[in-house]
């Protein structure tokens, strides 16, 4: 079959769904299906993002970096010239589609509830439905538009009414959309899943003042362990002494800022006196934009200006310049995020197994957490709301029975969430070998080779192999560096 007419044959795709199988010889055909799946296999290869809310499992997310299919098309010739010819956009984004992938908007510009009122307003009035009903939807959507408004507006008054008020604090928490190292500008990133920085940030809303704890994605996990310690650390060492009441702000994430752990953990610090009262407010998911999303905007806006990233020190350096005016606190998380992971003066946190200690404890079910807007910490309670403009009437049960004496004992014996750095995926090892080839590593770089650490006995072939293919690389980027 001639180029030709096989370009022929991907153009009549497109219009007649009728499928020529067996009518032509059926050599060509195979070379067709050969170069579907060489497409498939490329498009399953993608690095997609872990979903946020996780409301649909069948959708996978990419990064918005990639851009569109077109852009991705354009990747796949890349690498894979010899389809050049073959392979155009309408038949290479015909399987694309195949594969239900959407491309992740920032978290915050989407919202389901707003969505699905927009999308039933506009089907409503393409089918004539009776002004009437048209009226009801608009008025739905108008009504949840000016109840999601309530979080921020909550925010705004606590940040001015407690201004004066040093016994009272008002923070805001998130993780940052992961950072990706390293960055080596060449057209292998794009599709090569690299490694990612986590950044879990607090934001204090009256001195405006956050602290960043950053850490590799193979030093610990996203988890409530490492929100809780965090946040642990951030309420001993950085907040003032004399606050006595927190409010706090946070998105709905349950694996990280809404779930029982991170709630036993705050119930706690008010059963023992260290505060008075804790509340925190959750959003409607999507209109849950706050202040430390403009910290990481800060961030994200520097990195974006930044060409290459090869080491996460390059990173602590940008995040540190990101804001010169109110410079952020930063924090490591389990080891130092350089390249020689040595102790470079930022002070180093330990994630503790709060999952587990407070399991023995807590019930394994909770009823009506998804709706949940207020959560209210007292001294012998735990209140709840699902209605941000109103008090919190309902107490909340989280313990199977309240034995205070084992809270006690279990904060006070916490183990280490981790004795070791965390395994990588097998195929990200090769990636990162992949992107490797194309860094510049100061000597005495240390920080790849934690990611080979924790590889299976069975595995150290590949282990060694892959390390000493890395060091040669190196050697030789450098050694042509230094000719330049
Ligand atoms: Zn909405």
């Not at 965090?230 to 950085?238: P, T």
């Not at 409010?247 to 709630?263: G, M, P, R």
């Not at 020190?313 to 804001?323: P, V």
């Not at 699902?386 to 809270?407: A, F, G, Q, W």
Request: net charge positive.
């Amino acid at each position: 079959m001639t180029q030709n007419s096989l370009r022929n044959k991907v153009q009549n795709n497109r219009n007649d769904s009728r499928d020529n199988r067996g009518v032509h010889e059926s050599r060509p055909h195979r070379k067709l299906e050969f170069i579907k799946d060489d497409i498939k296999e490329f498009i399953k290869s993608l690095p997609y993002e872990e979903p946020h809310y996780s409301s649909n499992k069948n959708v996978k997310y990419l990064d918005t970096e990639f851009g569109s299919v077109a852009n991705i098309h354009r990747i796949f010739i890349d690498i894979r010239p010899e389809y050049k010819s073959e392979v155009n956009y309408h038949f290479f984004s015909k399987i694309f589609k195949e594969f239900n992938i959407k491309f992740k908007k920032p978290k915050s510009d989407i919202c389901e509830t707003c969505e699905n009122f927009k999308t039933q307003i506009s089907n409503a009035k393409k089918l004539n439905t009776s002004q009437i009903e048209i009226s009801k939807l608009e008025n739905d959507l108008k009504n949840h538009e000016i109840e999601s408004k309530k979080f921020y507006e909550l925010k705004k008054q606590l940040k001015s009414s407690t201004l004066n008020d040093s016994s009272q604090a008002v923070i805001c928490y998130d993780f940052m959309k992961h950072l990706s190292l390293p960055i080596t500008k060449t057209n292998l990133e794009y599709y090569l899943s690299k490694i990612s920085i986590h950044n879990f940030g607090i934001h204090d809303l009256k001195s405006n003042k956050a602290t960043m704890f950053l850490y590799s994605e193979n030093y610990a996990a996203k988890g409530p362990n490492e929100v809780i310690s965090c946040i642990n650390y951030y309420l001993n060492s950085i907040l003032d002494k004399n606050v006595k009441q927190i409010h706090i702000f946070s998105d709905n994430c349950y694996s990280q800022n809404k779930n029982k752990y991170l709630w036993a953990f705050y119930d706690h610090l008010v059963k023992i006196g260290k505060f008075d009262k804790i509340t925190i407010y959750y959003p409607f998911p999507g209109h849950s934009l706050m202040e430390i999303d403009g910290d990481f905007g800060k961030i994200e806006i520097n990195r974006k200006r930044t060409d290459k990233i090869y080491i996460p020190n390059q990173y602590i350096q940008l995040i540190k310049n990101s804001n010169l005016k109110n410079p952020y606190n930063l924090v490591y998380v389990n080891y130092p995020l350089n390249h020689n992971l040595k102790n470079d003066g930022i002070p180093i946190i330990k994630v503790k197994n709060y999952k587990k200690g407070f399991s023995q404890i807590l019930k394994s079910k909770l009823n009506f957490c998804s709706n949940v807007k207020i959560v209210e910490f007292v001294k012998n309670d735990i209140k709840i709301c699902v209605n941000l403009r109103e008090p919190c009437n309902t107490s909340l049960e989280i313990y199977k029975n309240s034995d205070m004496n084992e809270i006690f004992e279990i904060i006070n014996n916490l183990e280490n969430a981790y004795n070791n750095y965390l395994p990588i995926k097998r195929n990200k090892l090769f990636d990162l070998h992949r992107l490797l080839k194309y860094t510049i590593l100061p000597d005495n770089t240390i920080f790849y080779d934690t990611f080979y650490s924790n590889e299976s006995p069975t595995s150290n072939i590949n282990r060694n192999f892959l390390h000493n293919y890395i060091i040669k690389q190196n050697q030789s980027n450098s050694n042509k560096m230094s000719k330049k």
